[in-house]
T-cell receptor, first 114, second 110 residues
């Protein structure tokens, strides 16, 4: 298995633009997590899904952020409109089952909002 | 919600010395405690974990201890090597959510 695949690896955009980050979890994993990493706040859980269903989105900063998982092999995190304070590395991670152990992280998407 | 505190935030040790990183958590329902290593520009990767029914676990040069009564757990790295230099995150899992500590930047000086 290729592991968790994220795209794009790097994104530079201007304030106000829409940003879409994509994630393909490891095949057979039932749980998918979106994390945001910054120097100031560390690794923050934004949202996670079990069997494609959003379970907890309490970490989503505000209405500008939305996430979907239309099927077991694909998820998106969208920011609209983007702001400079959204600049961070966004990690997607998958797990065989939430609450049962190791998270497998993707390489991350580094977002810079000018 | 769960709160995980991690200390120290930075740690420098001479090659061959030991390094200890400590974490505390708040939710007594948490039952799984993984440690992740993140090298510069890379993704976090699991290096060792421990479940609440165990007090200590070892894997070669790394070990983790857990004190459920005091709600703290620690990572011990012995005989440190330059390739151990990275940021280490502790984490606590309860109710299907993993909460991370703020990270410890470990520098091993050759």
């Amino acid at each position: 298995d290729a592991g968790v695949i994220q795209s794009p690896r790097h994104e530079v955009t201007e304030m106000g633009q829409e940003v879409t980050l994509r994630c393909k979890p490891i095949s057979g994993h039932n749980s998918l997590f979106w994390y945001r990493q910054t120097m100031m706040r560390g690794l923050e859980l934004l949202i996670y899904f079990n069997n494609n269903v959003p379970i907890d989105d309490s970490g989503m900063p505000e209405d500008r952020f939305s996430a979907k998982m239309p099927n077991a092999s694909f998820s998106t995190l969208k920011i609209q409109p983007s702001e400079p304070r959204d600049s961070a590395v966004y990690f997607c991670a998958s797990s065989p089952l939430a609450g049962r152990g190791e998270l497998f992280f993707g390489e991350g998407s580094r977002l810079t909002v000018l | 919600g769960e709160n995980v505190e991690q200390h120290p935030s930075t740690l420098s040790v001479q090659e061959g010395d030991s390094a200890v990183i400590k974490c505390t958590y708040s939710d007594s329902a948490s039952n799984y405690f993984p440690w992740y290593k993140q090298e510069l520009g890379k993704r976090p990767q699991l290096i060792i974990d421990i479940r609440s029914n165990v007090g200590e676990k070892k894997d070669q040069r790394i070990a983790v201890t857990l004190n459920k009564t005091a709600k703290h757990f620690s990572l011990h790295i012995t005989e440190t090597q330059p390739e151990d230099s990275a940021v280490y995150f502790c984490a606590s899992e309860g109710y299907q959510k993993v909460t991370f500590g703020t990270g410890t930047k470990l520098q091993v000086i050759p």
